[in-house]
């Protein structure tokens, strides 16, 4: 066996690959640059200027989603903040969420004076699981707000029935699943309102940015006020009707938005192609399972989750995760390494003041978080580790990943 490059051996990939964090990794062109000239050359950089990028931007990505509303944002957390905030509820109020998932799906719930209640994953998507989401109900659940992990839609038919017969509103995080199809229903289009995130590393990007839409003209209508400090900018004085954040896109932002989404279908093609591609290079590596996609399922692979049964191997995940450094594979042991609800933000809780508000103080219930909420989640991300996924990878890139890859599992499997 060759020796690894973390004991002194050749690397299994002696180059960059390309990545999401430069040019490398993303299409960026002439149709981003010649947009981007229009609005600095007019000089209106903000969407109230009446440059009309924003606009555009909204009503191409809501033909694209097929949806009557889009309203644009300044971030992934803004989308989600603003569609939370248009559900107008009690502080106080429960909101079923998913474990394994950026904080920027939590902050919006905390920031409404709302309680996080988390329900645990199926491990083969580390998505909720619909038998969890319905033990969690409560006289005081009001919303879900569901998670696409890594591309991987939910499983949306029970989820979308069940907040059905219980008037609970759904929100779709989509932050990572561009284009992810639920069977033949497009993510985001599945429960109330759905919501994107255009940072930097995404399927498509703005650098930092956001997209909510739905199909509910009341929602929509709040929505758009929600990310604009309430403000309807329709009457003839001036008012705000809510408490409300400014969360706008700029026109550059924009911009680069309506280029990044005529890409947006051929990206989402080559990922699915070239994780095709992978699952097969590494069926044979003993020890660990490429991700799943299910027979209802079009995943569109924001990253690469790879599941490993740890127990069968002599080193720990991390030690994994440096010996696949060293060959030039980037990667992350564990993800978020716990579920989001281990996080200070919600054991300490130390937002506002010594309160503890809103996880203590808002309903007289007393909520904790800690290890053991979770269990499949938990033990999912002991076993998880993710790589870095690229529509820009070749076939030489991926047979250099796979071997490397291939190198390190087998050198520490012991059976
Ligand atoms: C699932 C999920 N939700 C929410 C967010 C927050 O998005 P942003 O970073 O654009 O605020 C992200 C982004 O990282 C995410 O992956």
Known sequence: MEELAINGGPKAVPYDLPVVENASGRFFGDEELALVTEVMKSGQLNYLSGGGKVARFEQEFAAAYGVSHAVA??????????????LDLDPGSEVIVAPITDMGTIIPILMQQLIPVFADVDPSTYNVDPASVAEKLTDRTKA?????MFGH?????????????????LIEDCCQAFLTKY???TCGTIGDIGCFSFQQSKHMTTGDGGMVITNNDALGKRTRLAADKGWPRDGEFRDHLFLAPAYHMTEIQAAVGIAQLGKLQSIVDARRANADKMRSLISRVPGVRPPVEHSWATHTYWKYPIAVDIDSFSVGMQHIADALKAEGIQSWAGYTKVPIYQYDILTVPR??????WPISGTTGRTYTYGPGLCPNAERALREMIVLPWSERYTDQH???????????????YKG
């Open 73 to 86: 944002t300044s971030s992934g957390t803004a989308s989600i903040h603003a569609a939370v905030i248009a």
């Open 144 to 148: 879900v707000i569901v998670v696409h």
């Open 153 to 169: 839609p939910c499983e949306m038919g029970p989820i979308a029935e069940f907040c059905r017969a219980r008037d609970l509103y």
């Open 183 to 185: 069977r033949d229903q």
């Open 351 to 356: 937002t506002f003041g010594k309160s503890g």
């Open 398 to 412: 991926l047979a250099d990943l796979s071997s490397g890859l291939a190198k390190v599992f087998r050198h520490y």
